[in-house]
Structure formats: C-alpha cells, structure tokens
C-alpha cells in the first residue's frame, strides 16, 4: 500500500496537484485546502501522507500533510454518507482539532459551515465521532502514529473496495496472520465471494 510520497511539485490546480518521484513516475493526488495552502512552490520537492482509494470505476490518490489529518480523514470515510469528496471538504474548512473540538462540543452550527455539509450530516458526524473523543480515548494524532501492520493494510484495501468493518472482521479472522498484504487481499477476497 501506499502510505507516503516525496518528490517534485510540478502542478498545482486545485484541489489536485502533481508530484513527480523522478523515477519515471508522476502521479495526481487530490488534498483538502488546509494542505494545499502548505504547499511549496511549483519545482520545490514536497513530502505527503498518502491513502489510496480503490473503487470500481476509479482509483484515486489523496495527500495529506500531517499523519493526523490523514488520520482524520480516515475516520470520516468510514462513518455512513460520508464520501472522499466530503471528508476532503471537511477537512479543508476545518483542521483536525478544529474538528475534533467541534465534535467534543457538538457545535453542529461550526459543522454546518463548511460547504456541502447540511444539518443531518452535521449531527450524524457528531453522533458518530463524539464516542470516539471521549475522553482521551480516541485521538487522530494517536491514531496517525500508532504501530501499522499488514493486516491494517489489507483491511484498509477491502475498505477501500466497500466492504463493512464487520465483513472486513470476519475475513480477516480466516486469512493467516503471517501473508504478505497481496496475499492477504487475496485470502480475503476468495473468503468473502464464498
């Protein structure tokens, strides 16, 4: 799996830019506001955090430029109705702990503000990550740095292909710990076509 890139900045437009590797690779990557205005200039070299989604029409690249907003944005694409195009909306009108902050006091009007985010999306985003912040159980930055595994990976890879956490659980449990992350998608997939 991908998880981050360094390389040349050669476009920026909004909310796409690309970033050449310079080993014959250059690739588009679609960022929230909030990293596009950390950008450098066009030719500087810039590193992101990267999450690859995987759908059947498309495959498609976002960049982030710190582990905790990539963090956020995972945790938004996960709760119902809640697509990449909106996760990356949010995030451009709010930083992580502005969301987190948000959240925590359920200030729907804040959520209400970013475009594209209505009053029934606002309350299900609180409903859904307000469990989450209790507390100091739930943390993006915690989670950005938290030990990665290949499982991770393969669960993020069936998530990507629009599987439920509870069908991802469950195919996890029949793939074998010690399967490297292609193979490990593979067991998956023929344990959940069953």
Not at 81 to 98: E, K, M, N, P, V
Not at 101 to 127: H, M, W
Not at 154 to 180: H, R
Request: with cysteine; charged share 20%.
């Amino acid at each position: 799996m991908l998880a981050k890139i360094t390389g040349t900045l050669l476009e920026k437009q909004p909310p796409q830019i690309i970033i050449d590797t310079q080993h014959g690779l250059a690739y588009e990557i679609d960022v929230p506001m909030s990293t596009f205005y950390t950008l450098p200039n066009t030719g500087d070299s810039v590193t992101l955090f990267l999450h690859l989604a995987i759908r059947e029409d498309a495959q498609q690249l976002f960049g982030f430029a710190t582990a905790a907003e990539r963090a956020s944005f995972r945790m938004l694409i996960k709760i119902s109705g809640i697509g990449a195009r909106t996760a990356l909306g949010i995030l451009s009108g709010l930083s992580s702990d502005d969301l987190q902050q948000a959240v925590r006091a359920q200030d729907i009007s804040r959520l209400c503000s970013i475009p594209g985010i209505g009053k029934k999306t606002a309350e299900r985003l609180v409903l859904e990550l307000k469990d989450k912040l209790k507390g100091e159980s739930f943390n993006f930055t915690a989670a950005a740095t938290a030990p990665h595994s290949e499982r991770d990976d393969v669960a993020a890879a069936l998530m990507a292909l629009g599987y439920a956490d509870k069908e991802i659980a469950n195919a996890l449990k029949n793939v074998a710990t010690d399967v490297g992350v292609s193979a490990g998608i593979r067991a998956a997939l023929g344990w959940l076509s069953k």
